[in-house]
């Protein structure tokens, strides 16, 4: 009976260290939309998101805790998000990286500010994300009116003469790039042809691509996500239509190859420099890789936003928001995605996007931005 009672003593004492050591782990998140229409988004930031700790608790983790990874799903739903946010908040979490939809930043950015939770976006562009000056808000990926700009000037220089449509998909995300790049464009002297709109789930859009063709236009120019491009350009083919579709870096994932299948031929897109083809990258796609992951779109940027934090707070010598982001603004963080820092707002001072197209076979590659 004595044995007994020690062995049950010896499991509550392993029980209640185990419950200790957990209990000492830092909780930080990842948010984005793990479910809907941009989950393929998602599974990239949660990869990218899941190696990064793996990586950073095999160093030995941060400030000699192990980290905990707690995932949340806004299906891109701004509403969801402020949800999500506030779930983070209360739970004391000091640091997420998210989210997706700039939709969704934007007022997870309100509930985090409030709940004392810093937030780095790998993927939100839209400029009113970092525009507002609350405090705890930065973003490793650049802003539409900076991705607006190298549009235009890829079709300034190779559609100057030619009938140019501009199309958005009425959401912060990609009308706001729809703007920024007619922006750039009516500024330099060009005018668009055709500047209409339509909703993000949209299905048919025969009646747009009727107008396409009507109005003779050689390139169409899209704010907006790579579902409904994808579909656009399948059905601007159907119908014997050779425009050549033009989006952000919304299209950043092989998920529009699959919508499109060979008729995405052509397609151009934004996006920075691909984080793979990097020195600093490859070590870590090479892990990527063993498992079978492809590391595109916002995974690195993902892992690049969990450098950031984490190595800020070795620095900073505490995980508390407001410090770390003091020393977040006040550094330069060696990164999957290359060294990186931030100014005043939460943006980062490097401009590094540039043009893409994909082939018929279901890849993208970068192009020289003076032609096709």
């Known amino acids: 009976m004595k044995s007994l009672k020690l062995i049950g003593l010896a499991f509550g004492a392993s029980l209640a260290l185990s419950a200790s050591a957990l209990a000492q782990d830092i909780t930080v998140g990842v948010a984005g939309p793990m479910t809907g229409g941009e989950s393929a988004f998602g599974r990239q930031?949660?990869?990218?998101?899941?190696?990064?700790?793996?990586d950073l608790n095999s160093?030995?983790?941060?400030?000699?805790?192990k980290l905990a990874l707690q995932v949340g799903d806004d299906a891109c739903d701004p509403k969801q998000a402020r949800s999500v946010a506030e779930k983070f908040a209360s739970s004391k979490v000091p640091f997420v990286a998210g989210h997706y939809c700039s939709s969704s930043s934007i007022p997870a950015s309100e509930a985090y500010a409030d709940g004392n939770v810093l937030q780095i976006t790998p993927a939100s562009t839209n400029p009113l994300f970092t525009e507002r000056k609350l405090w705890n808000v930065a973003r490793v990926c650049g802003r539409d009116d900076q991705q607006g700009l190298v549009a235009a000037e890829y079709i300034l220089k190779n559609y100057k003469d030619k009938n140019v449509a501009i199309l958005n998909d009425k959401t912060t995300y990609g009308k706001g790039l729809a703007d920024e790049t007619k922006k750039a464009l009516n500024k330099a002297g060009f005018t668009e042809k055709m500047f209409e709109s339509y909703n993000k789930g949209d299905k048919d859009f025969n009646a747009i691509v009727s107008r396409l063709k009507r109005d003779n236009i050689?390139?169409?120019?899209?704010?907006?996500?790579?579902?409904?491009?994808?579909?656009?350009?399948?059905?601007?083919?159907?119908?014997g239509l050779k425009t050549v579709l033009m989006a952000g870096d919304a299209l950043a994932d092989k998920e529009f190859a699959s919508i499109t299948g060979p008729a995405g031929e052509g397609t151009l897109f934004t996006f920075g420099p691909d984080p793979r083809n990097k020195p600093t990258a490859k070590a870590i796609v090479?892990?990527?890789k063993a498992k079978n992951i492809d590391p595109e779109?916002?995974?690195?940027y993902t892992y690049a936003a969990m450098q950031v934090w984490s190595q800020a707070a070795a620095k900073a010598g505490t995980t508390d928001p407001k410090k770390v982001m003091d020393a977040i603004k006040a550094g330069a963080w060696d990164t999957v995605i290359g060294k990186l820092e931030f100014d005043a707002k939460g943006d980062i001072k490097q401009l590094d996007y540039v043009v893409y197209k994909w082939d018929a076979t279901g890849n993208y590659t970068e192009i020289n931005p003076k032609g096709s």
């Open 218 to 239: 050689d390139l169409v120019y899209v704010g907006g996500y790579h579902q409904e491009s994808g579909l656009l350009v399948r059905q601007m083919r159907d119908q």
């Open 297 to 300: 779109g916002y995974t690195l």
């Open 45 to 54: 930031m949660k990869n990218g998101a899941e190696q990064a700790v793996e």
């Open 286 to 288: 090479e892990r990527f």
């Open 59 to 65: 160093a030995g983790g941060v400030l000699g805790k």
